[in-house]
């Protein structure tokens, strides 16, 4: 059993099990046993997560367009979908059509590159509509499916798309993912989302995790129309939360339009390099920030 995250303190008495305890990815007790099952053994050098506090906030958003911009860096990506309740991935690909396909025993990911490919739950459901009506106890069963019986290959890096909050997915994932390399937290400027980053900010640090930084997105927007710019939800939120919290703060993303589309017809906004608009320079400078962060 393990009650915090250092060696020291986890030899402590505990008061509860190793599975339920937000510091087990890191504590000695946890690490050596205590009850949890060992790590996934997958190859991949680095895994990142994508948290926020609210749904809505473009989590999902950054999930792709940051998978694709390591594709760019000619990094080997895969991207899980682990927002089971509402997963998004596959549609914002446009691949949510897609089935899996079994290899042996393993289940092959959708390759949407030579050199990127998905999992999701959606490619296990009938249909777009249909609903995920499970506890926790099944979720982490198929997380661990999905690390463990997916033909992911060699990797550099897996990017996880979590569900909103601080629950059960992002628990697993922390404790059976190896080389987990941190979190991003992406959050929108109003007080009601900056609340809920600051606490997804501590929850990451209750794992012992690293915070790879604050994302702000939907910052402000320019009108279309009249080119006058309008501060929908605010600017400068997600700033302050870094600021405040001590951890890095990788940039801001405006509300667009044409970022929108992007996620309704499946082609991520970063790979429509033609509209080289200030939101696609904005999108790029984020995930290059981001990926500065994870190398460094
Ligand atoms: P989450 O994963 O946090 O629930 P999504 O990434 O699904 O959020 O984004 C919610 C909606 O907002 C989607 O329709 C997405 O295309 C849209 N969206 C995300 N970021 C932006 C942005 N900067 N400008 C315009 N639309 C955006």
């Not at 400027?189 to 990451?204: E, H």
């Amino acid at each position: 059993m393990a009650k915090n995250n250092t060696d020291q303190q986890a030899s402590e008495e505990c008061s509860h099990e190793c599975t339920d305890c937000p510091s087990a990815s890191t504590c000695a007790e946890a690490k050596s046993g205590g009850g949890l099952p060992p790590k996934a053994n997958i190859d991949v050098k680095h895994v990142v997560l994508v948290l926020s506090g609210k749904g809505g906030v473009g989590k999902s958003t950054v999930s792709v367009n940051l998978a694709f911009a390591l594709a760019n860096h000619g990094y080997h990506v895969g991207l899980l979908d682990l927002d089971m309740h509402g997963p998004n991935i596959p549609k914002m690909l446009g691949i949510e059509d897609q089935k899996f396909a079994m290899m042996g025993n393993k289940i092959e990911p959708v390759h949407v590159t030579g050199t990127l490919s998905v999992v999701s739950i959606a490619f296990v459901l009938p249909d777009t509509s249909t609903p995920l009506i499970w506890r926790g106890p099944m979720k982490m069963v198929a997380i661990q499916q999905f690390l463990e019986d997916v033909n992911w290959g060699a990797l550099d890096y897996i990017v996880v798309d979590l569900p909103p909050g601080t629950g059960d997915e992002a628990l697993t994932i922390a404790q059976l993912a190896p080389n987990v390399k941190g979190a991003v937290i992406v959050t929108t400027p109003q007080d009601v989302a900056t609340l809920d980053a600051r606490k997804s900010v501590k929850f990451v640090e209750k794992l012992g995790l690293p915070v790879l930084g604050v994302i702000e997105n939907m910052s402000g927007m320019v009108c279309p129309h009249c080119g006058t710019e309008i501060d929908l939800f605010g600017k400068g939120g997600g700033r302050k939360v870094a600021e405040e919290l001590n951890v890095p703060f990788l940039g801001a993303i405006p509300i667009d339009i044409e970022m929108r589309k992007a996620g309704d017809e499946g082609r991520p906004f970063i790979i429509r390099r033609k509209d080289s608009s200030a939101s696609w320079a904005s999108v790029d400078a984020v995930m290059e920030a981001l990926i500065k962060e994870v190398e460094g």
